[in-house]
């Protein structure tokens, strides 16, 4: 998926929103849609293809987008050897990071290992102004792409890699660093990356204790977890600003608005902590939390919290074309969202959050149990991937999964019709991690499983106990 307009994978998630800034946000009660849309027959699909990343040990795909030209571009881990289609890697540390493209047939075209002594994961990518692939993710030891050599100082800091559409590397960049304060102990997780029209670079994610980001420095409490971090870096690669939560919270994405004036952060709450002025409390463990800022000088425009008193999270954010911003993630038992509010029963389930003009909101839920983990969004509608277990409905279909988790895609029509979805699973535990689409309306759902996964007549088995796998679904 884009992640211009969308981005995720990580923690215990999660988020929300909903009084910000004059256009989104108003003191007027939300309102049902005067113009519901029925819902219609879920269509059937094809699938061109079914392909997987594997090896003997574990790998993963945790993030995705397409060109114009309906390439796919995936980031992840591989452990061991790992068949990527023409061409296998072996892992120089226990984890290993990559960035890899695929053709329409989803035929291998090149792959890029961010290789250390330790340990790399790919989390995020997009497109730069450029038309460059960047890709941002986390690492310790030493990591090396394409000859350039990266050494983490702190147990984890972040690598920021450049390649252009032919896998050619244009740069490589360690940052969110330990400083010397907090030596060995400081440690960050990028999760989000996005840009502006104007090629300016926001990353989202936590950090621990203290790190620094270009020339600029954020300090932490040590007895948190882990506290959101949000950066922006000028065209040149320069930080320009960096903000942070003051206490317990989670980035997990970051959309910049239409209007390129703000850039919202979407993530976790857990408990008691400020943004800007701005000071909020999660009605239970967790909560859906949405950050907007001024993308001038990093301001906190707003700050908002949704939840229950159950475990509550958002995993991603986007925006349609009118300004209006969507989440997604998960909750349990009861939630509240603006005035609406859902019950997931015993499990938890996944959420759609639409946040409009004019004080105009609505959600919806995939009943059952299921989560959320991406999100994307184009003028044909709304698309989201995740995973559920048992038996879930989608619109007004009943779908029981094949064995502990079974991966899904799903579309909405932009007023949140369920309009088609598509299941790939077996008999293991099975998830979608990112969506993405092509100008043809095509969906890619890339993600892992286990064992061997089915989606109609095509199935793949995995080569070690968890394989990457990427399926592409042609709409009729």
């Excluded at 949000?230 to 903000?243: L, R």
């Excluded at 939560?245 to 902590?273: D, E, Q, W």
């Excluded at 409390?281 to 000088?297: F, W």
């Excluded at 061997?452 to 080569?463: M, Q």
Aim: proline content about 3%; aromatic content about 12%; charged content about 15%.
């Amino acid at each position: 998926m884009n992640k211009s307009i969308k981005l995720f994978l990580g923690f215990p998630l999660l988020i929300a929103a909903m009084l910000f800034l004059n256009a989104c946000s108003s003191d007027s009660d939300p309102e049902p849609d005067p113009n519901p849309e029925p819902e219609p027959e879920v269509p059937s699909n094809k699938t061109p293809f079914l392909k997987k990343i594997g090896g003997t040990g574990d790998d993963y795909i945790s993030a995705s987008i397409t060109d114009d030209k309906g390439n796919l571009y995936v980031t992840g881990a591989f452990n061991g050897t790992a068949s990527f289609g023409k061409s296998d890697l072996t892992s120089l540390g226990g984890v290993d990071a990559y960035v890899a493209k695929y053709n329409t047939n989803g035929d291998l075209i090149w792959v890029v290992p961010i290789a250390g002594t330790q340990y790399s994961y790919g989390r995020a990518l997009t497109f730069d102004k450029a038309g460059n692939v960047c890709v941002v993710g986390d690492f310790n030891g030493t990591v090396n792409v394409a000859g350039t050599n990266l050494t983490a100082f702190g147990q984890y800091n972040t690598f920021i890699v450049r390649v252009t559409l032919a896998g050619v590397l244009v740069s490589a960049i360690r940052d969110g660093i330990g400083t010397a304060n907090s030596g060995s102990s400081g440690l960050t997780w990028p999760r989000a990356v996005t840009f502006d029209s104007d090629g300016n670079m926001y990353m989202a994610g936590s950090f621990y204790y203290e790190a620094k980001f270009g020339n600029l420095s954020v300090i932490g409490d040590p007895d948190m977890d882990g506290q959101m971090f949000v950066v922006k870096y000028n065209p040149d690669g320069s930080a320009a600003w960096v903000q942070k939560s003051s206490a317990g919270a989670n980035a997990s994405g970051i959309a910049v608005s239409p209007s390129s004036a703000l850039v919202y952060v979407t993530g976790t709450l857990y408990g008691k902590s400020s943004f800007g002025a701005t000071e909020l409390t999660s009605k239970g463990e967790g909560d859906v939390l949405l950050v907007g800022y001024q993308i001038e000088n990093g301001a906190v425009n707003s700050a908002q919290n949704f939840g229950g008193t159950g475990g509550d999270g958002a995993t991603d954010i986007a925006f349609d074309q009118y300004g209006q911003i969507f989440l997604v993630g998960y909750f349990t038992g009861q939630a509240t969202f603006g005035k609406y509010t859902l019950d997931a029963g015993a499990y938890n389930d996944m959420f759609l959050f639409r946040v409009g003009n004019g004080g105009y909101y609505w959600t919806k839920q995939l009943k059952g149990y299921a989560m959320a983990n991406d999100l994307m969004i184009n003028n044909n509608g709304i698309y989201v991937t995740g995973w559920f277990s048992n038996k879930v409905t989608f619109g007004s279909t009943d779908v029981t999964s094949r064995g502990s988790l079974d991966a899904f895609a799903m579309k909405y029509s932009l007023g949140g019709t369920v309009q088609w979805y598509g299941t790939a699973g077996g008999t293991g535990n099975d998830r979608g991690e990112s969506v993405a689409t092509d100008a043809l309306g095509n969906v890619f759902m890339s993600g892992d499983f286990q064992s061997t996964i089915h989606y109609g007549e095509k199935n793949v088995a995995s080569a070690g106990a968890t394989d990457a796998m990427m399926v592409k679904y042609v709409m009729d």
